[in-house]
Nanobody, 126 residues
Framework: QLQLRESGGGSVQTGGSLRLSCERS????????MAWFRQIPGEAREGVAA????????VYATSAKGRFTISRDDTFTALYLQMDRLKPEDTAVYFC???????????????????WGQGTQVTVAS
């Protein structure tokens, strides 16, 4: 069984930065799409950024472009999300997710991701 564990959430002021990390353990596969989603209570989960094969560029939500950077290590064991110039509307629970047996598509659909972390809270104060 593949497991994911996030870390790095917290509280910051508007304009601040946070770096989220996600560690994968357990079963290994040959292809991965690793992604970050976020969810505000009462709302649907939103794809923030995704990364898979280095042959293709990462995928970003419009709200994340230019402010967030997704990266991973060479073995798909560690996933990161560098978040800069944070805004109050970025406040949410952030989840690490993995789809296996495939690379990323241009659309981040949470139904494509089978493995999820427990989530980490990010709060941006105005």
């Amino acid at each position: 069984q593949l497991q994911l564990r996030e870390s790095g959430g917290g509280s910051v002021q508007t304009g601040g930065s946070l770096r989220l990390s996600c560690e994968r353990s357990g079963a290994s596969y040959t292809q991965y799409c690793m992604a970050w989603f976020r969810q505000i209570p009462g709302e649907a989960r939103e794809g923030v950024a995704a990364i898979g094969s280095r042959q293709y560029p990462p995928v970003y939500a419009t709200s994340a472009k230019g402010r967030f950077t997704i990266s991973r290590d060479d073995t798909f064991t560690a996933l990161y999300l560098q978040m800069d110039r944070l805004k109050p509307e970025d406040t949410a629970v952030y989840f690490c997710a993995i789809a296996v047996g495939r690379w990323c598509s241009k659309v981040m659909d949470d139904a494509d991701f089978y493995f999820w972390g427990q989530g980490t809270q990010v709060t941006v104060a105005s």
